[in-house]
């Protein structure tokens, strides 16, 4: 990854080698550590000041050139499952960020969630059924953001373009969402009686509590990945205090970094399988069914 990314913007501003894997890496213990500024000797090996002049314009660099996660992989002809083996291409979830109280009422309100009971961004993930990440978005949205409108807005605006027949998967707040497939609620059956004036609660059929358990069971993947893009992290797990850019720049980085280690740490990745992560993976086949 750094003489991918990193080596020729060293070059670049004539930096050393050894000068410059110094930084690439203090660069990475800093999002993984977030030491405070008095620990930046101890824990990356040189100054904050250094830190600001050399490591934060790395952050912006690496952010825009790196190049991990491709939308396009989820048509990959061996994204299917015996259970979704057309149309269903890609699963999506959020999780939270969390960012320092603003200190402003109105402003902490727009971005407290009451879900984490703190406040933060949204970063949206999808991956698709081999387990690798096709898309993200940060922030995509304030810690008052629902999933669904997430959804519906990056669908609206063109952020996120689905092909006619697609659909994604995700928990049930996505329920109703176009082009999109998620559980059964339990009140689904619900029917309400007009004698008594109120709804009578109806089991959810076999068929039904069948299709929420598969569902389920695929969202385990997407669990795991937004683990690995945030949970691994301090920076990311402690209420974040600093600019608004390296924290930005910071969550591109180590979702990029994600799809590098999921890909290079598949046990079960082959050549005939696309390096998929899992072994129920059938193809190659035609998304669309045709």
């Keep these: 990854m750094f003489h991918k990314y990193a080596a020729e913007y060293f070059r670049a501003r004539n930096i050393s080698f050894a000068r410059g894997c110094r930084y690439f890496f203090g660069t990475l213990i800093w999002i993984h550590m977030f030491p405070k500024k008095g620990q930046f000797i101890r824990v990356l090996g040189f100054g904050y000041k250094t830190f600001r002049r050399r490591c934060v314009p790395l952050l912006k660099e690496l952010a825009t050139t790196m190049d991990e996660v491709h939308w396009a992989d989820r048509l990959h002809p061996m994204n299917h499952t015996a259970n979704f083996p057309f149309f269903v291409t890609h699963i999506v979830d959020t999780t939270f960020v969390k960012i320092a109280e603003p ?26 059924f081999m387990g690798h990440i096709v898309d993200f978005q940060f922030p995509a949205g304030l810690g008052i953001t629902n999933d669904n409108t997430i959804w519906n807005r990056r669908l609206a605006d063109g952020t996120k373009v689905l092909e006619p ?14 082009q999109m497939i998620a559980k059964y609620p339990l009140n689904f059956n619900q029917i309400y009686h007009p004698v008594l004036r109120r709804y009578i609660h109806v089991p959810l059929t076999d068929v039904q509590t069948t299709a929420n358990e598969t569902i389920s069971e695929k969202r385990q993947g997407i669990e795991h990945i937004v683990y690995l893009c945030t949970s691994k992290h301090q920076l990311f797990l402690q209420a974040y205090q600093g600019e608004y850019e390296p924290l930005v720049h910071a969550v591109h980085i180590a979702v990029h970094l994600a799809n590098v280690q999921i890909k290079m740490s598949s046990a079960n990745g082959t050549a005939a399988n696309g390096y998929s992560r899992y072994t129920d993976i059938t193809g190659p086949w035609n998304h669309d069914g045709i």
């Design 103 to 128: 200190s402003h009422g109105r402003f902490r309100g727009a971005f407290n969630s009451g879900k984490y009971h703190a406040t933060g961004l949204k970063l949206e993930v999808s991956c698709n």
């Design 165 to 178: 027949w697609e659909y994604g998967m995700g928990d049930g707040i996505y329920r109703g969402c176009p």
